[in-house]
């Protein structure tokens, strides 16, 4: 079970980490040191603990976002990384995670639509 859903979740939730990233109404910053000291700055290497960290300590600009889409995209950012963390750590990501996650991407795709 673990494995069949590493191979299908992963792979979604890295797509919509490049779609947050291209996105142009979500502005990263040019340079970002993680919680290990790594700096990265090319925006593709952001992964999705990094956004959530950016996130959290306000680097990241929105335009044309509205305040309430910002606080759903920060939801679908946590649980994209809690279930990246659970496959990451040989857990089966809860059923309630993975029906959230799929729930939310229609809303996600239409925030952060060009």
Same mark, same amino acid.
């Given at each position: 079970?673990?494995?069949?859903?590493?191979? #299908?979740?992963?792979?979604?939730?890295? $797509?919509?980490? %490049?779609?947050? %990233?291209? *996105?142009? @109404? %979500?502005?990263?910053?040019? =340079? !970002?040191?993680? $919680?290990?000291?790594?700096?990265? #700055?090319?925006?593709?290497?952001?992964?999705?603990?990094?956004?959530?960290?950016?996130?959290?300590?306000?680097?990241?600009?929105?335009?044309?976002?509205?305040?309430?889409? =910002?606080? =759903? %995209? @920060?939801?679908?950012?946590?649980? *994209? =990384?809690?279930?990246?963390?659970?496959?990451? !750590?040989?857990?089966?990501?809860?059923?309630?995670?993975?029906? #959230?996650?799929?729930?939310?991407? #229609?809303?996600?795709?239409?925030?952060?639509?060009?």
């Amino acid at each position: 079970v673990w494995l069949s859903l590493l191979k #299908s979740l992963l792979p979604m939730i890295e $797509e919509y980490r %490049i779609r947050l %990233i291209e *996105c142009k @109404k %979500i502005i990263l910053p040019f =340079k !970002h040191q993680n $919680e290990f000291g790594v700096v990265k #700055s090319n925006k593709y290497d952001f992964e999705i603990g990094d956004i959530l960290m950016m996130l959290n300590t306000n680097q990241i600009q929105f335009k044309y976002i509205p305040t309430y889409e =910002k606080a =759903k %995209i @920060k939801q679908f950012i946590i649980l *994209c =990384k809690t279930i990246r963390d659970d496959l990451a !750590h040989l857990k089966i990501p809860k059923t309630y995670d993975i029906v #959230s996650f799929k729930n939310s991407i #229609s809303t996600i795709q239409n925030i952060i639509a060009n």
